[in-house]
C-alpha cells in the first residue's frame, strides 16, 4: 500500500512552489467561537511535504481527494486530534464532538503532496450563558516542538461578550490558506488561550448582528474590574458546570457548522517593502494627529495657574514691554523649556545607545512610572499644603512682582520690577525666560516619559516641539495681549477656590494614578510581578 | 469664564498615550518568541531602526537552531541585510550573516564574510569563532585553529570552549575535549546563556562520551541537556543512540520517534530504520528508508547543499552504490573536512573502487581523530583489499574506541575481526591484540 502510495506520489509530481513555512513544518489554526449554548472549535493542521508523507507511510493512505483510504483515516485523525485538544470553561473539560471534517492534498514542493485536514469541534455548554463571567481554557498539544504557524483567534457570537482574550479576533493567515511571509510576520507560536466571557443584555445581543471582537488582552484599561469581578465570583459559591455531550448532528447554533479548507494562496506573496510602506503612512497620520494633540497640550499648559509662565505677561505688562520683547521672552521660556525636557530625553537616549533596549525598556518604563507618581504626590502635597493658594495667584496675576513665589530663582528679579520706566534688556530677559522656563513641568514630563514607556523616544522630542510650539503661541500671544490692552489680565484672572485648589489638586492626582499604572505595567514586562491572565 | 487648563492637559496626555495602544513592552521571560514579536513591534513604528533588524536578525538565528528549521536562517539574513542597509557599519550583524550562510552550508562565503566583520572589528571573538567554524568544514585545520586561539584570547566565554573542544576532539584528545566542554558548560551556566546554548553543550558532552563508549555518562549528560531544553531534539536523538546501544531498544525507538516529530532529519530516520530491522521488523525499518530517500529528494528539489548523509545512507544500506558515490564526490566541491572524505571512501569501497578508497580514508584518518566509524570504514576498506594486518588493526580499534558505535556495524566489525583471527592462529591473534 505505502509504495503505491509513495510511486503515485512520484508519479504525480510536477513543479509547484514548496510550502511557505518548511517542508518539514505542521501548523495549527484554532477558531474558538463562543456562542450563548456551545462553543465551535475550528480546528485545521496543515502539514508540509515531509509530515504528510509520513502520514501517507504510517497511515497507509492513498493522497487523492475521495479515495476510500481516506474514510477511516479521517475518523482516527478527528480522534486523535482531540485527544491532543484541551477546551475548559471554568475548569471544566467540555467534550468535543466533531461536527464537520475535510481533508484536501494541495501540491507542494515539486508536485509533491501536502496535506491539510480541518475539523469542525463542538462542545455544548450547560444551559444558556448567564451574564456573570466565565473563564475559558484552551490548549492545542498537537505535535509539540515541531516547527509550523500556529495561531489561535476566539471570537464571541451575538450575545456574548468578551471582557479579556488572550488572543485576537482576526486572523492574520485566512485559515492557513495564505500566511504572510514578510520580516514583520514571523509565524506565531500561540498554543494556548483564555477568554473571559460572558451573555449580554438582550437588546444587546439583538442589536448586534455581527460577532464582536475581543478586547485586546494587553490593553491595560479595563483589567481590574474584570480580575476583581471573576475573584469575587470565585469566592461565591461556585456554579456547577456539567460537560454534556453533544447530540449528534444537532443544529447548529453557532456558526454555519461547516469546516472548508483553502490551499495556500502563495501566488502573490507580500512584499516586505509594502508593508513597510503601509505602517509608515498609517504611522504619519497617527503623529500629526499626536502633534496636532502635543500643539494643544501646550498652550494649555501656558494657560496653567501658578507656573510661573503667566509672569512673562505680568513682566512686560509692568516694564513698558514692547511687541519685539513680547516676542522674544516667549520664545526664549519655550526655548528654555524645551531644553530642560530634551535633557532629560537626551540622556534617555544616550543610555540606550549601551544598554540592550530590551533590558533597559521595562526599567525605563519602571523609572518613568515611578518619576511621574512622585512628581503627582509632589504636587498634589505642595498643592494640599498650600493654604491659601488663591493668595499667591493672585500675586501672580495682579501683583506680577513676586513671579510664582514658590521658584527662589524668580526672586531676584522682584526687586527690579517696580521701577517704572526702565528699559527691558535683552539680557534680562534671557535671565527670566530661562529661569522661568527651564524647570521641566509636569505636563512635559508625562508627554516624554509616555513617549519612552512607548519605547518612542524620538516620537517623544518631536512630541516636545510641538508642545513648545503651542506653549510659545499661547505665551506670545498673551505677551501681546498685556503689552496692547492691559485690562485683558484682569479678565482672565484665575483666582476663584475651584481652579486654584481643587482643579489643581484632581490633576495632581491624576498624575499620581497615570505614574501608578505605568509603573505596574513595566513591573510586570521586567518580569518581577506576574502578569495576570 | 473657566478653563480647566491642568485637567484638560491631563486628560489629553492620557488619551495620547492609549491612542498608541497600550505600551508594548517586551513580555516578560524574553523567550526567544516573544524576542522576535518584540522587535518586530519596534519595526512596526520605525521600519529604519537599524539596531531592532539586529536583534530581529538574532533572535532568528535563535529560533533556527532551537527549531532546525532552517526557513528561519533565511528570515535572519533577510533582517540582518536590512540592518547593515539602514547602516552599513555593524559588525555584528557582519558576523551574524557570516553564521548564516555557515548554518546554511556556504562555508566559503562564510569565511568571507567573518573575515570582513573581522576586518570591521578585530576585537569581537565570536567573528574568529565563524571564521574558525567555516574553516573546519572546508578542512583548513591550521587556519580554523589559529582563529580559534584568538578568539579564546579575546573572549573566554562557553562559545570560544566548546569550539576548542570540538577541534580537539578532531585530533583525537577527547579527554582534553570533554575538559573544555565542561568548562565550557561552567562558563555558560554562570552567564546564564540561553538555554539552547547550554543544552547544545551538554549533547556535546554526551556525543563525546558516547564516542568514547562511555554509555552511562553519555546518558547522564543527554539527559541533563534535555533538562535544560526540553524535548531537545539533538539530545532525545542522543539518548536514543544510548538506549539502542544499551539493547533497550524499545527506548530507543520511542526516542527516535520523538526526536523525528520535533526535526525529522533524514540521519535519524536511517537509525530508527537501524534499530527496526535488528529487532525483526523489516517493513517498519524500509518505511525508515523510504522516509530518508525521500527527505533526499525534497532537498534536491530545495537546490539544498546538504546531502551528505543521503550518501552514508546508501553506502551504509547497500543500495544506490552509484547515485551515493555521485553525492558524496559533490560534497568535496564545497567541503573538504575530514567526514567528506570519508563519505567519499566508504562510496568508493562500495563500488569497489578499493585503491582510491584507501586514499581518501587515510584523509579522513590523517588529524588522528578518534572516531569508531573512521576505524570502521578503514577496516573494511583494508579487509576488502586483502591487507589483513591493517584490517584487524582498524577494526580493533574502532571496538576499542567505542564498542556500541553502531547497532549493527559494531556487530559486524566483532564478527570480522574474530574471522580474521581465527584465520590468523589464536596465538598470533593474541598477539596482535595486545600489540594493537
Known sequence: ?533 | MKIRPHIAAMILSIALVFAYGPSRLPAQGMTTDTQIAYYQQLLRRDPRNAKAYYGLGDALIRKARETGDPNYFNRAEEALKKSLDLRAGNPGAMRHLAYVFYSRHEFAPAAAQARKAIDMNAADGNSYGILGDALLEIGEYDEAKEAYQKMMRLDDSLYSRSRLAGLKSLHGDPAGAIADLEQALAAGEATRHPAESVAWTQWQLGCEHFASGKLKEAEAHYLRSLQSYPNYYRALAGLAQVRGAQKRYEEAIDLYQKALAVLPMPEYAAALGDIYGKTGRPERARQQYELVEYIGYLNTLNKVLYNRELAYFYADHDVKAQEGLELARQELNYRRDIYAYDVVAWNLHKNGKLEEAREAIDKALRLGTKDAKLFFHAGMIYHALGAKDKAKEYLARALGTNPYFHPIFADMAAQILKQLETALGPAVAENQRQGG
Open chain 1, 1 to 533: 500500500m505505502a509504495m503505491v502510495s509513495l510511486a503515485w506520489i512520484l508519479l504525480t509530481a510536477g513543479s509547484v512552489t514548496a510550502h511557505p513555512l518548511g517542508n518539514f513544518s505542521i501548523s495549527h489554526y484554532s477558531e474558538i467561537r463562543v456562542g450563548r449554548d456551545a462553543i465551535e472549535l475550528r480546528y485545521i493542521i496543515d502539514m508540509a511535504e515531509i509530515p504528510t508523507f509520513q502520514e501517507i507511510q504510517e497511515n497507509g493512505i492513498t493522497p487523492r481527494l475521495g479515495d476510500s483510504s481516506l474514510d477511516g483515516y479521517l475518523a482516527r485523525k478527528v480522534e486523535a486530534l482531540r485527544n491532543g485538544l484541551l477546551l475548559e470553561v471554568d475548569g471544566q473539560r467540555l467534550l468535543l464532538a466533531a461536527e464537520s471534517t475535510e481533508i484536501i492534498f494541495p501540491p507542494g514542493a515539486g508536485g509533491l503532496p501536502t496535506m491539510k485536514v480541518g475539523v469542525l469541534y463542538r462542545g455544548r455548554l450547560a444551559g444558556k450563558t448567564a451574564a456573570d463571567p466565565y473563564l475559558l481554557n484552551y490548549r492545542d498539544g498537537n505535535f509539540p516542538g515541531r516547527a509550523g504557524w500556529k495561531e489561535i483567534i476566539a471570537v464571541a457570537d451575538s450575545g456574548i461578550g468578551f471582557s479579556r482574550s488572550s488572543v485576537p479576533a482576526t486572523d492574520r493567515s485566512s485559515q492557513l490558506s495564505d500566511y504572510p511571509t514578510d520580516l514583520l510576520n514571523s509565524p506565531p507560536q500561540t498554543l494556548e488561550a483564555r477568554v473571559i466571557f460572558a451573555a449580554q443584555a438582550p437588546t444587546a445581543a439583538a442589536a448586534r448582528a455581527e460577532p464582536r471582537a475581543a478586547t485586546d488582552l494587553s490593553r491595560p484599561g479595563s483589567n481590574s474590574s474584570v480580575t476583581a469581578s471573576l475573584a469575587n465570583k470565585k469566592t461565591s459559591t461556585p456554579r456547577v458546570w456539567i460537560a454534556v455531550p453533544p447530540e449528534k448532528k444537532s443544529q447548529p447554533a453557532v456558526g454555519d457548522g461547516l469546516i472548508r479548507l483553502e490551499a495556500n494562496r502563495q501566488a502573490t506573496p507580500k512584499s516586505s517593502f509594502t508593508e513597510l510602506m503601509a505602517t509608515k503612512q498609517l504611522g504619519v497620520g497617527i503623529i500629526l494627529i499626536a502633534l496636532a494633540v502635543a500643539v494643544g497640550l501646550g498652550a494649555f499648559h501656558a494657560l496653567e495657574p501658578g507656573h510661573g509662565k503667566t509672569l512673562v505677561a505680568a513682566y512686560l505688562v509692568g516694564s513698558r514691554g514692547t511687541m519685539r520683547h513680547a516676542l522674544w521672552l516667549g520664545l526664549i521660556v519655550t526655548g528654555a523649556h524645551t531644553a530642560g525636557v530634551y535633557l532629560l530625553g537626551g540622556v534617555t537616549l544616550y543610555a540606550s545607545q549601551y544598554v540592550v533596549p530590551e533590558r533597559l525598556y521595562p526599567w525605563l518604563g519602571l523609572t518613568s512610572g515611578v518619576m511621574i507618581t512622585s512628581l503627582g504626590l509632589f504636587l498634589f502635597l505642595r498643592r494640599y499644603l498650600t493654604k491659601d493658594d488663591s493668595y499667591s495667584h493672585r500675586h501672580d496675576h495682579v501683583h506680577h512682582a513676586h513671579g510664582s513665589g514658590h521658584d527662589p530663582s524668580h526672586a531676584g528679579h522682584s526687586h527690579h520690577r517696580h521701577e517704572p520706566g526702565r528699559e527691558v534688556s535683552l539680557r534680562e530677559l534671557l535671565a527670566l525666560g530661562i529661569s522661568g522656563g527651564i524647570v521641566p513641568c509636569p505636563a512635559a514630563l508625562v508627554v516624554l516619559l509616555s513617549a519612552v514607556s512607548m519605547q518612542r523616544i524620538g516620537l517623544g522630542l518631536l512630541l516636545i516641539v510641538a508642545f513648545s510650539v503651542g506653549l510659545a503661541a499661547v505665551l506670545i500671544a498673551i505677551g501681546l495681549l498685556m503689552v496692547y490692552a492691559r485690562r485683558f489680565m484682569f479678565r482672565f484672572q484665575m483666582n476663584s477656590r475651584l481652579t486654584t485648589r481643587w482643579l489643581p489638586l484632581t490633576s495632581s492626582a491624576f498624575i499620581i494614578l497615570f505614574g501608578v499604572a505605568l509603573t505596574l505595567q513595566a513591573l510586570q514586562s521586567a518580569g518581577i510581578l506576574p502578569a495576570q491572565l
